[in-house]
Structures are given as C-alpha cells and as structure tokens.
DNA sequence: AGTGCGGCCTGTCCGC
DNA sequence: TGCGGACAGGCCGCAC
C-alpha cells in the first residue's frame, strides 16, 4: 500500500496522539507477519513510554526512549487510533493500549508488515542497515543519483525504486517523477545524462512533497491513522491513466510490465 | 556486484 | 451468480 507520502502522513497523524504515552498492554493477535513477531515482543514493549515516532524509508519508528519499536505496513497494512472499545475486524493482527485509553492498532490483511522490536544495544537493525538516502535530504542529490547510476544497466525506473539507491519511492511516485522528469521509464540508468538526473531529482522531491502535502494517494485501501483519505490521486499524471490522454500532450498514456511492476509513461512527453 | 525473478498473503475486480 | 485468473502501492532472498 503505502509509499513514503503515506507512510509519512500515518506518522505526523499519530506521533501528536502517541507522544508521552506509555504501552499498557499488548495484544498479538497473530504473529504471523513478513517475520514473526518475537514471543517475547509483548513483554519488550510494556510500561514503556513512547518519546517520538520516526520514519526511514517506508519504515515507522517508535522510540520508546533508546529501545525502538520497527513497523512497516507492506502493501495492505494499516494504522489506527482508536477507542479501546473498538469492535475487533479481521487481520487486527497487534494491539498496543496505550495509557489514557487511546488504542493503537496494527491492521494487515496480507501480513506483508512487520512489527519488529529494535533494542538500543543493536545500534543498527538488518532491516534498515544499508539504505540509501533520504530523497527530502540533502545527501540525495544529483552528483550523487549519477554517481551511482554509472555503469547500470537496468531501467531507470528500477533504479529509483531500489532502496539502496534511495528510499521510498515506490511504484505509483517512480512513475510520477518519470513523467515530470521527462525520462522513460525503460531507459538505462547509467545512460541517462547528468542534466536529465537533475531534473529527475527535482522531479522527485516535488512529487513526494506534493503527495505528502494532499495527505498521500488513495487508490484502493490507503487511510490515514483516522480513517481518512488522501487527495494525491486527483494530481496523478500518468499512473493507471493507461488509455486516458497525457495531460500535457493528449497523447494516450501507454502501460507496461518492467520489473514484474506495472508502469505508465506518455511516449510523446518522455524519451 | 548487479540484475531479475519468485514468493509471501488476501481482497477485489473483470471476463466468461 | 459463480468461478478462475489477473492484479494490487513492498521488498527480501536467491540464482545467475
């Protein structure tokens, strides 16, 4: 489901919600996730107060003053505020109670999530060791996007969604930035020229900064931590708009499988 | 080392 | 209305 928009909208949602509160108690429902939850996780995040919550990538962070708390949502995974009365659905996979009778609840019909404790003595955890950088930071530039890209050979559209070059741009945002970058999606990274890499880096920021502005894209299961939608959708460009006519050109945006990923670019507009 | 593919899961939608 | 198949926004692990 959510890409770093969305991830980011579910965390400035329930940090102001969250902060100072401690974990009264835990129900894992099923721990069946991406990677199990440990047996031991109830028993790691009870009494403990929440200080921040902080995303890298498309992961979430709860800080609980040293030791952390590792989620990520997958495809299908959801985060709620709620009532602690609130009825049980299916897939509610974790509970945390949190003090003053707030719920925070863990939803995931595929399981393609994790919920993962990250103790403060492992200063690095596997999951999030060796990403690349940020693309709303500084260290995530143009210099450094064509640096890496020299000598590879997959598409570029690829490249930008391996979180080793750069983190959380995911399937809907790569083609976005594409379109708005002028770049093919099939063209090979390392063929793609400096100036070109410094519109894509551009292209990028702007429309990871848009999306998390509108509150993310809706398509299909998309919510905020209260239910709400995001507003992204409307300004989507070429993504699932196979058939429809490019908005700059009235070309009919063409859709196509790279990397087992659906893609959508307008053939005129991008080369 | 970089690349591409399979697989993890359930839900939804589309065509027959 | 029912059924099978394709597809879905992520990403690790593996073979080449």
């Not at 509160?21 to 107060?49: E, K, N």
């Not at 992204?232 to 859709?255: A, M, S, W």
Request: positive net charge; proline residues 6%; contains cysteine.
């Amino acid at each position: 489901m959510p890409e770093l928009p969305e991830v980011e909208t579910i965390r400035r949602g329930v940090e102001p919600h969250v902060l100072g509160r401690s974990i009264v108690a835990v129900t894992v429902r099923d721990a069946r996730l991406r990677w199990p939850i440990p047996a031991g996780f109830a028993d790691y995040a009870r009494g403990r107060s929440i200080a921040a919550v902080r995303r890298r990538g498309k992961y979430l962070i709860f800080d609980l003053g040293g030791d952390r708390i590792l989620l990520h949502l997958g495809m299908s995974g959801r985060l709620y505020l709620l009532n602690p009365d609130e009825p049980l659905r299916r897939h509610d996979h974790v509970d945390l109670l949190l003090s003053g009778d707030l719920l925070l609840r863990f939803h995931d019909p595929r399981r393609f999530g994790a919920v993962l404790p990250w103790p403060a003595a492992d200063s690095d955890h596997v999951l999030v060791a060796g990403m690349g950088p940020e693309p709303l930071e500084d260290d995530f530039s143009t210099a450094y996007l064509f640096r890496e890209s020299r000598g590879r050979s997959a598409a570029v559209k690829n490249f930008i969604m391996d979180g080793r070059v750069v983190v959380g741009v995911g399937n809907i945002y790569a083609s976005e930035a594409l379109f708005r970058a002028g770049i093919r999606p099939t063209v090979p990274a390392g063929r793609v020229t400096l100036p070109r890499y410094q519109k894509l880096v551009e292209a990028i920021r702007h429309v990871l900064l848009t999306a998390i502005e509108r509150g993310g894209t809706t398509l299909r299961d998309f919510r905020g931590s209260r239910g709400e939608s995001g507003y992204f959708q409307n300004e989507l460009t070429v993504y699932g708009r196979d058939g429809e006519r490019c908005r700059v050109c009235g070309t009919p945006i063409r859709r196509l499988v790279i990397g087992q990923r659906a893609s959508y670019y307008c053939p005129v507009c991008q080369k």
